[in-house]
C-alpha cells in the first residue's frame, strides 16, 4: 500500500544555520492515527510545516497522498487538512462562511452537504450562524477543525490539538478524531499530553533534538521498553532483602512491609513464578500483591533524557 505521507532524507537548516531536522524518514499508513512526540523544540512544528508547504525543505523528499509536495505543490496540498497549534480565530465571520470560504481556497467547487456533514460531526451546527468571536475556546478549536477538514483531504495534521483545553473537551476531540480515523481519515498528531497519545496512537514517532529516534507501534513499544513492577505486601515486616533474593531486580520500602520487584514485560512469567516460589520456600508470606505498567510518559521520559 502506499503511504499517504512519504518522508525521504529530510532535512531543514533555518537561515541562520540552525538544523532543526536531521536526516528524517517516515512513512505514515492510509487510516493510521500518528503521534509525533518529542521535548519542546525537537523539530516537531518544522516537520509538520514542511510536509504542509508552509516551510521550505533544504533537502530530501516529501509526498502526501503520492505527489511531490515541491514538484506537485497543489494536488499535495490539496490532500492535506492542518489545524495549526495557534487558534486564529478573532473573526467576524459566522461558522459557515468561514468553513465555506476556507473550502474556496483550495479551488473546490461549494458543496453545502459536506459543510454541512463536518459541522454536524464536530457539534457546530446549532453555531453555524454564530460570529466566531462569540464562540467558546473549545467551539473555536473544533470550528479550526472544520476548516481544515473543509476540502475533503485524506489527511489530516492536528498541531497539539488539545493544549490548553479542559479534561472533558479533551475527551470529545479525543472521540472525534476517532470518527475521523472510522471516516478514512490518515491523522497525525503532535502532543505534549502522552495520555494522548497513549489513548489514541496507533503509531508513535518520538522526535529528538531533529531525529527521529524511534518510530514503533504503539501496543509493542509499550511491551518492548515498557516495565512492569509488582509489590508484595507482607505480613510482617523485613530488616532486609532475604540472602536468597538478592540477585533479582528486588527493593523493600523503607518500611519493611512491601517488597518491589521491577521486570520487563518480556521476562514476566518466568520471574514472576520464580520469586513467589522463593518466597514459599524461605517462608514470606504476603497479604496483597498488585502489579503496575509504566505509562507511555515513563518510558518516553527514559527515551528522550538517554
Ligand atoms: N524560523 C526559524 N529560524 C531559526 N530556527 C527556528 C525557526 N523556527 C524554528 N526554529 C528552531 O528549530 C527548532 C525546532 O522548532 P519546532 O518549532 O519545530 O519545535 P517543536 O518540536 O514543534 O517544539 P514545540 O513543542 O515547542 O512546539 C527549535 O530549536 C527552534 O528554535
Redesign the pocket.
Known sequence: MQPDISVKHLNKV???G?Q?LKDINLDITPGEIFALL??????????ISIICGIVNLSSGEVKAAGHDIVRDYRKARESIGLVP?ELNTDSFETVWDAVSFSRGLFGKAPKPSHIKKVLKDLSLWDKRDNRIMSLSGGMKRRVMIAKALSHEPRILFLD?PTAGVDVELRRDMWEMVRHLREDGVTIIL?T?YIEEAEEMADRIGV?RQ?EIILVEDKDRLMSKLGKKELRLQLHSPLEKVPGELVLEPIELSDDGYELIYTFDSQQEQAGVARLLRTLGDIGIDYRDLKTRESSLEEIFVGLVHE
Not at 38 to 47: S, V
Open positions: 533555518y537561515a541562520d540552525f532543526a518529542g521535548p519542546n523544540g525537537a523539530g516537531k512544528t518544522t516537520l497549534q497539539e503532535t505534549h522526535i531533529g
